[in-house]
T-cell receptor
Framework: SQELEQSPQSLIVQEGKNLTINCTSS?????LYWYKQKYGEGLIFLMM?????EEKSHEKITAKLDEKKQQSSLHITASQPSHAGIYLC????????????FGKGTKLTVNP | DSGVTQTPKHLITATGQRVTLRCSPR?????VYWYQQSLDQGLQFLIQ???????AKGNILERFSAQQFPDLHSELNLSSLELGDSALYFC??????????????FGPGTRLTVT
């Protein structure tokens, strides 16, 4: 079965700093999703990447998909306390299904 | 606010009991998904329904069952509860099926504590 490994597991940065979170799949990626979760709350959909080389941005968050490496990265520029939370990557595990598998998450803390 | 609602928000019950979690998808969404999130297992897919029919199954225990009603709301039934069932249970919905990939919109979750 497909597994997603996220790195780092946790990250503490100073406000204003840039950071990158990685998500590596054990199998071919058919679709890669990034979600953000605040403690004990629901997941907020951030971005979906479908094609190799695809790059999407929303405000100060940019996600890229490297199909060959079976990897996606999430980059936050000039981080703010509002970016704090848990970032989860999810992947379409069977190509054509909507059964998502998720990484364990990266916990981001942004210190003011 | 994703538009997906879940009730109750918190639930505390004893081992051996049975509970029902409820989910109302976003308006117009036909697919409903259930996930369990625990500290040790992370977020795991349980089951998916599309327009009232079971579509996909994940790591759902036999003690758990779900259904989707004609008005498209869904219920997840957990029986013979064990301490290890304590977790956050999320419901998500998506616009349509089948599509190769589609974003799923998550509800706020129900926190279940089994004592």
């Amino acid at each position: 079965s497909q597994e997603l490994e996220q790195s780092p597991q946790s990250l503490i940065v100073q406000e204003g700093k840039n950071l990158t979170i990685n998500c590596t799949s054990s199998k071919t990626l058919y679709g890669l999703y990034w979600y953000k979760q605040k403690y004990g709350e629901g997941l907020i959909f951030l971005m979906m990447l479908q094609k190799g080389g695809e790059e999407k941005s929303h405000e100060k968050i940019t996600a890229k998909l490297d199909e060959k490496k079976q990897q996606s990265s999430l980059h936050i520029t000039a981080s703010q306390p509002s970016h704090a939370g848990i970032y989860l990557c999810g992947a379409d595990s069977q190509g054509g299904s909507e059964k998502l598998v998720f990484g364990k998450g990266t916990k981001l803390t942004v210190n003011p | 606010d994703s538009g997906v609602t879940q009730t109750p928000k918190h639930l505390i019950t004893a081992t051996g009991q049975r509970v029902t979690l409820r989910c109302s998808p976003r308006s117009g969404d036909l697919s409903v998904y259930w996930y369990q999130q625990s500290l040790d297992q992370g977020l795991q897919f349980l089951i998916q329904y599309y327009n009232g029919e079971e579509r996909a199954k994940g790591n759902i225990l036999e003690r758990f069952s779900a259904q989707q009603f004609p008005d498209l709301h869904s219920e997840l039934n957990l029986s013979s509860l064990e301490l290890g069932d304590s977790a956050l249970y999320f419901c998500a919905s998506s616009p349509s099926h089948p599509t190769p990939v589609s974003e799923q919109y998550f509800g706020p979750g129900t926190r279940l504590t089994v004592t």
